[in-house]
């Protein structure tokens, strides 16, 4: 290359950078006009100024999440200074009770009287009082075990060396291989992280171009395959624990993980096979077989060596851990958290454990917990303070739900969500803006015993990530192989959010029916 050539690039690059940076700070100006305009609108009649000063700072937070302006634990930090600020200097208004009955002093606040930081502090950090974050951390630290021991490759090694030459074949594998390691590992990411360099590799292996249709159909229903079982499994996703730790809160019910997976598992399997059908014929391979690919997984196989004592224990450790999991509430009345803070301990142990804290310490991304527990927080102050009650009348009323029959409702607001959707990278962050908001559609449209059902099924929408790159941080990993476009992409993911989309009104008027759900 040519100096100039070099010269030129990084000309580029730089400008490149500079126009990120302006774009982000504009958003950033953005969102704070926007805060500041709706804290100087007229409070609406009925709506607590501390219910207005709440959806300002949710309105901030929906600017940040979907513009990615800074990163999701800055603005998660942000969001928690917005709330002690804004909040502590908002009377109470009669809602002392939904707060927890506050106290200045030993004095309940009531009426007028302002909250207070101190207690603004409280509703803050709310959502690391949870156990949904402790499970979520726990969580994170075994995904992090499988990385450090390389369980999670040698799982989808040995289920990719099964299904044989023929593309169509691992195409099955790499379906096959999202489904097992969604038992597993309890993060979309690294699931995803397990599988794609494998199948980069067997690209690569076989002089196969990385633009070729073979590679963009490999990729494509790897990461399309994870997002389908962060539906069919409680512990796949974080934004699962989210929604489960308001319906707990909120609507008195905890879903198990046996129950989670009676309800969504059958769901994700017909996602599975429609998945393998539109990847063929959307994006059909150059060749039927990849000569030699049974050799290379052999081969990588053989470079991982026989299975580590440290393996031996991990796996001990993560078949007892989906044992408790799938009997909660049937054989045993521990809950999913203390079960994976257990787990976690022993691994942690020295001789009989798995890690060393040193060791994964810089593995667990720490910002995700901090988003993760904010976002419940939010989702918290939102329900508490009445806004998202007032939200989910002003949105949803427009629309006209009440008195229609309850699959209409789901088939009205499953379309808004998947819109919605379009804007958000973050499953996490929309579950933590929208579950509350369906909570309180609920009570609206008075759906009693079918309210737990109805905000199960949204949640189980906010997880399809299948449309764009940017609509689930798998589809960015893979996203970053360079194997295919946007349009590649969108080929796939199209077909499969409408089949999607008519699964769940189907399931809605027949198997989520007879199970009571709906």
Do not use: C
């Amino acid at each position: 290359m040519s100096k100039g050539n070099q010269n030129s690039q990084v000309v580029d690059t730089e400008t490149t950078k500079k126009e990120k940076k302006g774009y982000k700070l504009l958003w950033i100006i953005i969102s704070f006009i926007v805060l500041i305009a709706i804290l100087l609108l007229p409070t609406p009649a009925g709506l607590p100024v501390m219910a207005k000063m709440t959806l300002a700072i949710l309105a901030f937070a929906v600017i940040m999440w979907v513009t990615e302006a800074v990163s999701y634990p800055v603005s998660a930090t942000l969001i928690l200074g917005l709330i002690i600020l804004l909040l502590g200097f908002s009377p109470v208004q009669n809602l002392s009770e939904q707060l927890g009955n506050p106290k200045n002093g030993d004095a309940i606040i009531k009426g007028s009287e302002i909250l207070g930081t101190n207690n603004a502090l409280t509703l803050a950090f709310s959502g690391f009082s949870t156990s949904a974050v402790a499970l979520v951390a726990a969580a994170l630290f075994l995904a992090a075990a499988m990385q450090e021991t390389n369980l999670h490759k040698r799982l989808a090694l040995l289920v990719l060396s099964v299904v044989g030459n023929k593309t169509k074949n691992i195409v099955i594998g790499a379906i096959l291989v999202s489904i097992v390691l969604a038992f597993f590992v309890p993060s979309s990411t690294a699931r995803a992280g397990a599988v794609v360099p494998i199948l980069l590799g067997m690209i690569a292996a076989f002089k196969v171009s990385k633009e070729s249709k073979l590679a963009s159909l490999l990729i494509i229903t790897s990461v399309q395959a994870v997002s389908i079982w962060n539906i069919g499994i409680k512990t796949a996703a974080a934004q699962n624990i989210v929604a489960i730790n308001f319906i707990n809160q909120n609507l008195g019910h905890d879903v198990s993980w046996g129950e989670w997976f009676m309800y969504a598992a059958p769901w994700s399997v017909l996602m599975s096979i429609a998945l393998y059908f539109i990847m063929i014929k959307v994006m059909p391979p150059e060749r039927e077989s990849i000569e030699g690919g049974k050799a290379l997984i052999k081969k990588e196989l053989n470079q991982l060596g026989p299975v580590k004592p440290s393996e031996w224990r991990l796996i001990v450790i993560s078949l007892l851990l989906l044992v408790f999991w799938s009997t909660e509430k049937v054989l045993h009345p521990i809950d999913s958290a203390s079960i994976t803070l257990i787990a976690l301990g022993i691994m942690l142990l020295p001789k009989i454990g798995v890690i060393t804290w040193k060791g994964v310490e810089n593995k667990i991304p720490w910002g995700t917990i901090i988003v993760f527990g904010v976002g419940i927080s939010l989702g918290n102050v939102l329900l508490k303070t009445g806004a998202a009650q007032w939200l989910s009348d002003q949105t949803f009323g427009l629309m006209g739900l009440k008195g229609l029959p309850i699959i209409a409702t789901i088939a009205l607001i499953t379309l808004f969500n998947i819109l919605i959707h379009l804007g958000f990278a973050s499953a996490t962050s929309l579950s933590s803006a929208l579950i509350p908001v369906f909570i309180s559609l609920t009570s609206t449209l008075h759906l009693g015993d079918q309210s737990i059902g109805f905000v199960l099924i949204q949640q189980f929408v906010i997880s399809f990530g299948f449309l764009l790159p940017v609509s689930a941080p798998q589809n960015m990993l893979a996203y970053g192989t360079d194997t295919f476009t946007v349009k590649d992409f969108l080929k796939s993911g199209i077909p499969l959010t409408i089949v999607g989309y008519i699964l769940v009104i189907i399931f809605s008027l027949t198997y989520w029916k007879w199970l009571g759900l709906v």
